[in-house]
């Protein structure tokens, strides 16, 4: 599973279904997501990159599947979390990676139209996403 990616995917309901995603300061808008480490699961590689790039503690409540990108060759499994909080609609999170970068976060409609904001993988990833969760997203 060396490719492995891990994606938390954090939902809320307001007007309609919305995803939890950040913008990155050089790289457009991106959800959540990191390598799985070896030897660790895919459920807790989503829990620890939730706490790392959003700053929120979750824990895994469903399984959406995985999707392969044909754009990395990486594996990405998605997994709904739950967070016990109810999250602002925006707020930043200093994470460490890459030295260091200031995320926006912010919730994205899922029935909305994906803009050349969103890095290309992640357009595909939401794109697939959107397939999984089908009748939910309204």
Do not use: Y
């Amino acid at each position: 599973m060396g490719k492995g990616k891990a994606c938390p995917v954090v939902l809320r309901n307001r007007q309609s279904l919305e995803i939890l995603a950040f913008k990155h300061p050089l790289a457009g808008l991106q959800l959540v997501k990191g390598s799985v480490e070896p030897g660790e699961s895919t459920e807790a590689a989503a829990i620890r990159e939730l706490l790392e790039e959003a700053g929120i503690t979750g824990k895994v409540i469903r399984d959406l599947g995985t999707w392969h990108s044909e754009i990395t060759g990486h594996i990405w499994a998605f997994h709904q979390c739950q967070v016990p909080e109810e999250l602002p609609d925006a707020w930043t999170h200093f994470a460490e990676d890459d030295g260091g970068h200031e995320f926006q976060f912010f919730w994205h409609p899922l029935s909305s139209v994906l803009t050349n904001e969103w890095h290309p993988i992640f357009q595909a990833a939401l794109t697939k996403l959107i397939e999984k969760l089908g009748s939910d997203v309204r």
